[in-house]
Antibody, heavy 118, light 110 residues
């Protein structure tokens, strides 16, 4: 069973870059057959797909976030990361990392709340 | 790329059946048989209950079923139980390697 765990700052200032890491156990980020995703959920609102990486480095992003998002993998640490630049209060959300075919995410981290505030 | 439309809330009594709709467009739900559904209890991560329109992952109760017609997908929960009280979200492939979620539906067991 794959386990995922998000980590990173819980508070980020407006205009700065949000950075999160997802640590993976029971699976390999370097596996060419696996897809590793980030999904977020603003408080009291619905889920929003952010993007995913596959094949150890290829990435696809939500068009609405594409200009600000980078998802990358660190195979040496079996982790993948999310960077979201120029954040505003609208980026306040619980951020989840997940594994599975895109759209069929079967394994999820517990989620981490990131608040954007000065 | 707009969120798929779901009713804000649906309720039912134990033992009854309820259906949650998920309405998209011809650019997402209507064009691909790649609709999935997630169950989310308060404070917990989502759980996949349906994928590829109507397929259940191993371990998911057969009380969960789903279908699609045109631009609208539907999730039906039969023989409603207290443990089914949760938020449910649909998700669809929207082309060009992108995905869109629904607005989410709160299911209340009366």
């Amino acid at each position: 069973q794959v386990q995922l765990q998000e980590s990173g700052p819980g508070l980020v200032k407006p205009s700065e870059t949000l950075s999160l890491i997802c640590s993976v156990s029971g699976g390999s980020v370097s596996s060419g057959s696996q897809y590793w995703s980030w999904i977020r959920q603003p408080p009291g609102k619905g889920l929003e797909w952010i993007g995913y990486i596959y094949n150890s480095g290829s990435a696809k992003y939500n068009p609405s976030l594409k200009s600000r998002v980078t998802i990358s993998g660190d195979t040496s640490k079996n982790q993948f990361s999310l960077k979201l630049s120029s954040v505003t209060a609208a980026d306040t959300a619980v951020y989840y990392c997940a594994r599975g075919l895109p759209g069929e995410w079967s394994d999820w981290g517990q989620g981490t709340l990131v608040t954007v505030s000065s | 790329q707009s969120a798929l439309t779901q009713p804000a809330s649906v309720s039912g009594s134990p033992g009854q059946s309820i259906t949650i709709s998920c309405t998209g467009t011809s650019n997402d739900v209507g064009s691909y048989n790649l609709v999935s559904w997630y169950q989310q209890h308060p404070g917990k991560a989502p759980k996949l209950v349906i994928y590829e329109v109507n397929k259940r992952p191993s371990g998911v109760s057969s009380r969960f079923s789903a279908s699609k017609s045109g631009n609208t997908a539907s999730l039906t929960i039969s023989r409603l139980q207290a443990e089914d009280e949760a938020d449910y979200s649909c998700c669809s492939y929207a082309g060009s390697y992108t995905y869109v979620f629904g607005t989410g539906t709160r299911v209340t067991v009366l």
